[in-house]
């Protein structure tokens, strides 16, 4: 059986990136085209539909530049892999890791032509089944989708540029991974384009997420932190995209001073836009429907009650709960059949 790719995302490794766009806020004082190296401090784990390292800059020029240009010394790389992006890998279209042999197959199935016409296949039927895919069609499933994400999580944060570094972290580049992440012959750039691992840059956040609300704070914090949380929800959702993945657990709390907090959405990648033939109504139905809004505040109360309960349970106690949802009913009007 052949080995699983060994991933080079490790504690202590440094990578080379190639900057490929600057965000508009960024301070970072690079340009287009430009290399920077970075050394992993850290690795979330496990690996979902993409790659997160916790990083700082490795070379000595670079970092002096963005120390005097006020860019933190730790910062957030996401790796758009689909080599090792477990859940992209094994929950959206079932097969196992990464190996050098799957790698050769894709790599040959690249050089016949293949990418062309599974594109135009996906394209026409982006739910084609995969029942009878064999290991290069589910690898350029893969490279569609981690493109994909990488384009979406880009231009939301483009959408949200007011809001970058109040209710989501600044965003500092685009970045292409410079250095080969594994072993292997030179690929020809037609090949490369489906083969290249995408990265964005961020700002890191410290803090924790809003899901463990009720474990992280005293029970007097939490309306002030569930009240701020709702706000800066219907201030992102106020654009025209829809996140089916906006929830507490993609949410940080940062703590700014004694109970002072700042909360923070990030993981964009699952957004859709606004499509160009939606009326006003549709697309006020299409947000009601989704209930971005109701996801965030209707989970927390859940969290809430249950902290106030028996053994895990809501509470169905006599007293009220120390905050409780009211939607702010924003999206509400005349139904429509989408």
Known sequence: MTEPLQSPYTKG???TLSVTDIGKKSPLQLENGSEIRVKIVDVMEPATMSVI???ELESPQTKQKCVNSGVPSKMILKLYDRRFALDLREEIKVTGPATRATEDEFVA????GSMPRFLAKYEENDTLGSGDWDTPMKEAYFSIM?????????????CLTDLQGIHVPTFYA??????????????????????????ILIEHISGFLLSDLVTETSESEWPVICTQAIEAVNKIIDFHFINPDLQPR???????????????????GMCYFRDPSDTDERWRERKRQRGEEAAVGGSLALTISKAKGKKGKPYKGPLPLPWAYIPSGRFEGQYLEL
Do not use: C
């Open 13 to 15: 490794s440094t990578l």
């Open 53 to 55: 390292a916790i990083v």
């Open 109 to 112: 199935s690249l050089r016949q």
């Open 146 to 158: 981690s493109t994909k994400m990488h384009q979406t999580e880009t231009k939301v944060y483009d």
């Open 174 to 199: 685009n970045l292409d991974l410079a250095t080969e992440p594994t072993a292997g012959e030179q690929l020809e750039e037609s090949i490369t384009e489906h083969t290249r691992v995408r990265a």
């Open 250 to 268: 993609n949410a940080i709390v940062h703590r700014r001073e004694e109970r002072s907090y700042q909360i923070f959405y990030i993981d964009f």
